[in-house]
């Protein structure tokens, strides 16, 4: 099942499909939680309100509890058993969560967040730390366990690089810098590249990268002998992405920034990643985004979340040095000031010495 949302939404999707959990920007903090084993796929009774606003949310694999990340830090988890049940603080951070992702078998919870860091933590008590993944140099904005290698875990950060990691270990794998070429013409790219989803796709072991503000697309193969990724492709798109996800038949659909043109079809033929323009399903999605475009409208041109992560770094060694020498002509100043002042003061002295004789 392929799910898109737009930038600033959060879905997640359950192993057997049937459940898909949505935190929305404008839903009061609020989870919801829909039921897809029938044909309208009607919302549940279940509606969460968080302390702040979720930033990302996952559901284990048992099916059995919604993972909730806010920008303060924190994960909670909500029950899927027993529907009505508050939510549970489950860990914390001193720095805004920006993801969160199970392991295959439910054992670990593992979370990265504004100030560079991965934690992997045993899912039934959190509060035992197994391992930190560290390397990147900026926040680590996406996190993914490979379907394929249960033990590796894939993660994006804004200093521009996809990192590979045995994250029991906490040992690093693989860095890869994603500015090391243009699409088109081969040149570095200066600007430092965020990442704002990974997906990846069993059959093939294909790995998706969306590009935050960038409109492109990075292919990627993970291969499971070297486990290593290998880049295959490049996609560059007309207009900035908003997501991606695989569909089951090896699609890959991409939602963009584009009123005429706002959900695209990928398929891998012939070895190469290609737009798909002829296809009823897609024709069929087309409509039904366009028939629902309005509440879309506020999302168009947007900033990027991510800008406001960057650590801000100021170069006052010149101010420091100028306000320096400020000072010091300053007290050179006073010890002339001082110095006439006692000199006169001599003088004076002097000359009424010289009236009394």
Same mark, same amino acid.
């Given at each position: ?30 989870? &919801?939680?829909?039921? =897809? ?24 694999? %048992? #099916? ?13 988890? &909500?029950? !899927?058993? +027993? ?12 720095? !805004? ?33 197994? %391992? ?5 140099? #900026? ?61 990846? =796709? ?16 990075? !292919? ?6 070297? #486990? @290593? ?38 398929? &891998? ?19 039904? &985004? @366009? +028939? ?24 006052? !060694? ?6 320096? /020498? ?10 002339? /000031? ?5 000199? @006169? ?5 002097? #000359?009424? %010495?010289?009236?009394?004789?």
């Amino acid at each position: 099942m392929a799910m898109l949302a737009v930038c600033g939404d959060e879905v997640a999707v359950s192993v057997g499909c049937m459940l898909i959990a949505v935190s929305l920007q404008g839903s009061n903090r609020r989870p &919801f939680l829909y039921d =897809c084993s029938t044909v309208e796929r009607k919302p549940l009774d279940y509606k969460r309100t968080v302390v702040r606003r979720c930033s990302s949310l996952t559901i284990t694999h %048992s #099916e059995d509890r919604i993972l909730v990340a806010d920008k303060s830090g924190d994960v909670y988890s &909500f029950s !899927m058993v +027993e529907l009505h049940k508050k939510g549970e603080l489950e860990l914390g951070h001193l720095s !805004m969560l920006l993801d969160v992702a199970v392991s295959p078998d439910d054992k670990y919870i593992i979370t990265s967040d504004r100030d560079e860091k991965i934690r992997v933590s045993l899912l039934r008590a959190p509060y035992n730390i197994i %391992s930190f993944c560290l390397g990147h140099r #900026e926040f680590v904005s996406r996190i993914l366990v490979l379907p394929t290698a249960g033990n590796v875990l894939l993660s994006s950060s804004g200093d521009s690089t996809l990192r590979l990691w045995k994250y029991e270990e906490g040992r690093e794998m693989q860095c890869y810098d994603l500015t090391s070429c243009s699409p088109s013409t081969g040149e570095s790219l200066e600007k430092k590249i965020a990442v704002s989803r990974i997906i990846s =796709c069993c059959p093939g072991n294909f790995v998706a990268v969306l590009c935050d503000s960038i409109p492109i697309v990075y !292919m990627f193969r993970f291969d499971v002998v070297s #486990e @290593q990724l290998i880049h295959i492709q490049t996609i560059s798109l007309e207009h900035r992405g908003w997501d991606i996800a695989f569909d089951t038949s090896l699609g890959l659909w991409v939602l963009q920034e584009d009123k005429d043109k706002i959900i695209i079809l990928y398929r &891998f033929v012939e070895g190469h990643w290609q737009s798909i323009c002829e296809d009823e399903g897609l024709k069929k999605i087309s409509t039904i &985004f @366009q +028939e629902h475009l309005t509440p879309l409208q506020e999302h168009l041109s947007g900033e990027s979340f991510y800008n406001d992560l960057y650590k801000s770094t100021y170069d006052n !060694m010149a101010t420091y040095l100028s306000k320096k /020498k400020e000072r010091q002509e300053q007290l050179k100043q006073r010890k002339r /000031k001082h110095l006439g002042v006692d000199e @006169q003061s001599k003088i004076l002295r002097t #000359e009424r %010495s010289s009236s009394c004789l």
